[in-house]
């Protein structure tokens, strides 16, 4: 435990702040303005760029998620600096290589957690979500909102479906309730997770 804080890691209170910041900020100025001009000029709002709703849901969804990942990575880090506080120059690098190859991915996520700090990530409680939420941020972070080629398989469409985000035309429909969806998800992880250190 960390003083007052209800949490064993730092890190997992300034993750859920920032998460309630994200879920509960409004989008008072829109979509930037250079977005809207080209979006206009060729053609392509909805189509290739979502529209302004989308976009601001978009980027909600995206930050959370990531949020999420950043808050694993910096405690996976924390974890294994606290281990080797006075590691000689080999231990630091190899330290350092740990830090880079558990933030890879996912997979390399749960890998790091279970090898390193005996962590089992599947035993934290809404882990089964995780690779929905994953491939939708995956589609945001690169398509656009729209399914990458590697995304384009049932297995993919069904795990973004069973996380409350349609799939249409090999686009994620992010609504307002797979934004909830999003942020319960997320706290309930991040907590649970704060749970098993």
Request: glycine fraction near 8%; hydrophobic fraction near 35%.
């Amino acid at each position: 435990m960390n003083g007052s804080s209800p949490y064993r890691n730092i890190a997992t209170e300034h993750a859920l702040i920032a998460l309630v910041r994200t879920f509960r900020e409004g989008w008072s100025s829109g979509v930037p303005s250079a977005y809207r001009r080209v979006g206009r000029r060729i053609g392509m709002v909805g189509v290739l760029f979502p529209s302004e709703n989308e976009f601001h849901r978009h980027s909600k969804y995206l930050r959370m998620v990531s949020i999420v990942e950043a808050c694993l990575d910096t405690v996976g880090s924390s974890l294994l600096r606290e281990d080797y506080p006075s590691a000689p120059d080999l231990y630091r690098k190899l330290i350092d290589e740990a830090e880079v190859t558990s933030s890879r991915g996912w997979p390399d996520r749960r890998k790091a957690f279970k090898h390193y700090h005996g962590i089992d990530l599947s035993t934290v409680p809404r882990h089964g979500d995780l690779d929905g939420v994953s491939d939708v941020r995956n589609a945001i972070a690169h398509g656009l909102g729209v399914l990458t080629p590697r995304q384009r398989t049932a297995s993919v469409r069904r795990r973004i479906e069973s996380v409350d985000v349609p799939v249409r035309d090999n686009r994620v429909i992010v609504a307002d309730n797979s934004i909830s969806f999003c942020y319960e998800f997320s706290r309930e992880f991040i907590i649970g997770f704060d749970k098993n250190l």
